[in-house]
Nanobody, 121 residues
Framework: QVQLVESGGDLVQTGGSLRLSCAASGNIFMINNMGWYRQVPGKQRELVATITSGGSTNYAGSVKGRFTISRDNAKNTVYLQMNSLKPEDTAVYYC???????????????WGQGTQVTVSP
Protein backbone atom coordinates (compact mmCIF):
# COMPACT_ATOMS: atom_id res chain seq x y z
CA GLN A 1 0.00 0.00 0.00
CA VAL A 2 2.90 2.34 0.76
CA GLN A 3 6.34 2.12 -0.82
CA LEU A 4 9.58 3.95 -0.18
CA VAL A 5 12.02 3.83 -3.07
CA GLU A 6 15.58 5.02 -2.57
CA SER A 7 18.12 6.01 -5.18
CA GLY A 8 21.51 7.67 -5.43
CA GLY A 9 23.84 5.18 -3.79
CA ASP A 10 27.17 4.72 -5.52
CA LEU A 11 30.92 4.22 -5.20
CA VAL A 12 32.76 7.48 -4.51
CA GLN A 13 36.24 8.50 -3.43
CA THR A 14 37.09 10.01 -0.05
CA GLY A 15 36.10 13.66 -0.02
CA GLY A 16 33.45 13.20 -2.66
CA SER A 17 29.73 13.89 -2.55
CA LEU A 18 26.52 11.98 -3.14
CA ARG A 19 22.84 12.83 -2.98
CA LEU A 20 20.36 10.18 -1.89
CA SER A 21 16.66 10.43 -2.66
CA CYS A 22 13.69 8.56 -1.24
CA ALA A 23 10.22 8.86 -2.72
CA ALA A 24 7.10 7.65 -0.93
CA SER A 25 4.12 6.46 -2.94
CA GLY A 26 0.84 4.66 -2.43
CA ASN A 27 -1.98 5.26 0.02
CA ILE A 28 -0.67 8.42 1.73
CA PHE A 29 -2.76 10.90 3.73
CA MET A 30 0.09 12.55 5.60
CA ILE A 31 3.80 12.00 6.21
CA ASN A 32 5.19 12.91 9.60
CA ASN A 33 8.89 12.48 10.35
CA MET A 34 11.23 11.21 7.64
CA GLY A 35 14.79 10.10 8.07
CA TRP A 36 17.87 8.26 6.95
CA TYR A 37 19.57 5.41 8.76
CA ARG A 38 22.59 3.31 7.83
CA GLN A 39 23.87 -0.15 8.59
CA VAL A 40 27.11 -2.04 8.09
CA PRO A 41 27.37 -5.84 8.34
CA GLY A 42 27.50 -7.05 11.92
CA LYS A 43 26.36 -3.77 13.41
CA GLN A 44 23.03 -2.28 14.39
CA ARG A 45 21.25 0.16 12.15
CA GLU A 46 22.07 3.70 13.24
CA LEU A 47 20.38 7.03 12.80
CA VAL A 48 21.96 9.44 10.34
CA ALA A 49 19.45 12.29 10.16
CA THR A 50 15.76 13.01 10.59
CA ILE A 51 13.44 15.81 9.52
CA THR A 52 9.97 16.71 10.73
CA SER A 53 7.08 17.75 8.51
CA GLY A 54 7.83 21.33 9.54
CA GLY A 55 11.48 21.08 8.54
CA SER A 56 13.21 20.67 11.90
CA THR A 57 16.30 18.50 11.56
CA ASN A 58 18.42 16.26 13.74
CA TYR A 59 21.80 14.71 12.89
CA ALA A 60 24.13 12.10 14.26
CA GLY A 61 27.28 13.69 15.59
CA SER A 62 29.45 11.83 13.09
CA VAL A 63 27.76 13.49 10.09
CA LYS A 64 26.91 16.93 11.46
CA GLY A 65 28.34 19.63 9.23
CA ARG A 66 28.88 17.22 6.32
CA PHE A 67 25.38 15.86 5.60
CA THR A 68 22.17 17.79 4.99
CA ILE A 69 18.68 16.31 5.10
CA SER A 70 15.80 18.01 3.30
CA ARG A 71 12.35 17.13 2.05
CA ASP A 72 9.88 18.14 -0.63
CA ASN A 73 6.43 17.65 0.86
CA ALA A 74 4.71 18.15 -2.50
CA LYS A 75 6.68 15.21 -3.91
CA ASN A 76 6.64 13.07 -0.74
CA THR A 77 10.40 12.88 -1.08
CA VAL A 78 13.30 13.16 1.36
CA TYR A 79 16.89 13.82 0.36
CA LEU A 80 20.29 13.37 1.96
CA GLN A 81 23.12 15.49 0.61
CA MET A 82 26.40 13.92 1.70
CA ASN A 83 29.60 15.93 1.36
CA SER A 84 33.18 15.30 2.46
CA LEU A 85 32.54 11.58 2.49
CA LYS A 86 34.81 9.31 4.49
CA PRO A 87 35.45 5.54 4.25
CA GLU A 88 33.61 5.13 7.57
CA ASP A 89 30.45 6.42 5.86
CA THR A 90 30.37 3.21 3.83
CA ALA A 91 27.08 1.43 4.58
CA VAL A 92 23.66 0.54 3.27
CA TYR A 93 21.50 3.63 3.71
CA TYR A 94 17.81 3.17 4.52
CA CYS A 95 15.00 5.67 4.22
CA UNK A 96 12.36 5.77 6.94
CA UNK A 97 9.03 7.59 7.08
CA UNK A 98 6.08 7.71 9.47
CA UNK A 99 2.99 7.73 7.26
CA UNK A 100 -0.71 8.09 7.92
CA UNK A 101 -2.90 6.44 5.30
CA UNK A 102 -6.10 8.19 6.38
CA UNK A 103 -7.29 10.85 8.83
CA UNK A 104 -8.36 8.38 11.53
CA UNK A 105 -5.18 6.29 11.67
CA UNK A 106 -1.96 7.03 13.45
CA UNK A 107 1.43 7.15 11.75
CA UNK A 108 3.00 3.83 10.76
CA UNK A 109 6.76 3.43 10.15
CA UNK A 110 7.87 2.34 6.68
CA TRP A 111 11.33 1.47 5.39
CA GLY A 112 12.93 1.54 1.99
CA GLN A 113 14.91 -1.34 0.55
CA GLY A 114 18.27 0.33 1.11
CA THR A 115 20.90 1.79 -1.18
CA GLN A 116 24.62 1.03 -0.99
CA VAL A 117 27.08 3.84 -0.42
CA THR A 118 30.75 2.91 -0.70
CA VAL A 119 33.54 5.39 -0.04
CA SER A 120 36.97 4.30 -1.21
CA PRO A 121 40.13 5.44 0.64
Amino acid sequence: QVQLVESGGDLVQTGGSLRLSCAASGNIFMINNMGWYRQVPGKQRELVATITSGGSTNYAGSVKGRFTISRDNAKNTVYLQMNSLKPEDTAVYYCNAYIRSNWYSGPVPYWGQGTQVTVSP
